[in-house]
T-cell receptor
């Protein structure tokens, strides 16, 4: 069973609405990733954090998405104004810091449908 | 840029037989890490097995093993004695170590495996 907890499992939004997803990483994992998985199974990296600091993010994330990982609170990913193309499974994953730290641990995802 | 390619869209096998999945990758890094994950019907993504690029020996975990051919940039997954519950989508992923890559994973598009009775 996943030890990375994502909520909600499903959300349905109209175009232009905000969509917010939350993630509690595995205990002791300071590095958090957000990926978008589309219906063709393609994974798109969105952003990653180490503790509260952003490590990397793509252009799309900078413009329409906002994400944070505050201390002592769940991480979150928010889409400011949802578009139909944002419909996807949003996956949160966590890991230990550094490159030689093995695998990412994934949550079950939040499936967003934008009508 | 790093790239991971899985050319097999789907594979169907009979229970208790062996299934082999292909994966090739592109990287400029001399050191990198390769992973296989599976995604179940519920969407859960489960880590299966890992190969570090500097290790020559193929990794093995339970009934999962890897066929690592570094000169060909290839990392195949072999599942022996398949079970019905092995039916899933299998993803190959790579993690580079260069500064520009951070420590994120790059995924292939997956191979759907159906294990039938």
């Amino acid at each position: 069973n996943s030890k990375v907890i994502q909520t909600p499992r499903y959300l349905v939004k109209g175009q232009g609405q905000k969509a917010k997803m939350r993630c509690i990483p595995e205990k002791g994992h300071p590095v958090v990733f957000w990926y978008q998985q589309n219906k063709n199974n393609e994974f798109k990296f969105l952003i990653n954090f180490q503790n509260q600091e952003v490590l990397q993010q793509i252009d799309m994330t900078e413009k329409r998405f906002s994400a944070e990982c505050p201390s002592n609170s769940p991480c979150s990913l928010e889409i400011q104004s949802s578009e139909a193309g944002d419909s996807a499974l949003y996956l949160c994953a966590s890991s230990l810091p550094g490159v030689d730290t093995g695998q990412l641990y994934f949550g079950e995802g939040s499936k967003l449908t934008v009508l | 840029a790093q790239k991971v390619t899985q050319t097999q869209t789907s594979i169907s096998v009979v229970e208790k037989t062996t299934v082999t999945m292909d994966c090739v990758y592109e990287t400029r890094d001399s050191s990198y890490f390769l992973f296989w994950y599976k995604q179940t019907a519920s969407g859960e993504i489960v880590f299966l097995i890992r190969q570090d690029s500097y290790k020559k020996e193929n990794a093995t975990v339970g009934h999962y093993s890897l066929n690592f051919q570094k000169p060909k940039s290839s990392i195949g997954l072999i599942i022996t004695a398949t079970q019905i519950e092995d039916s899933a989508v299998y993803f190959c992923a790579m993690r580079e170590t260069g500064n520009s890559a951070g420590n994120k994973l790059t995924f292939g598009i997956g191979t759907r495996v159906l294990v039938r009775p």
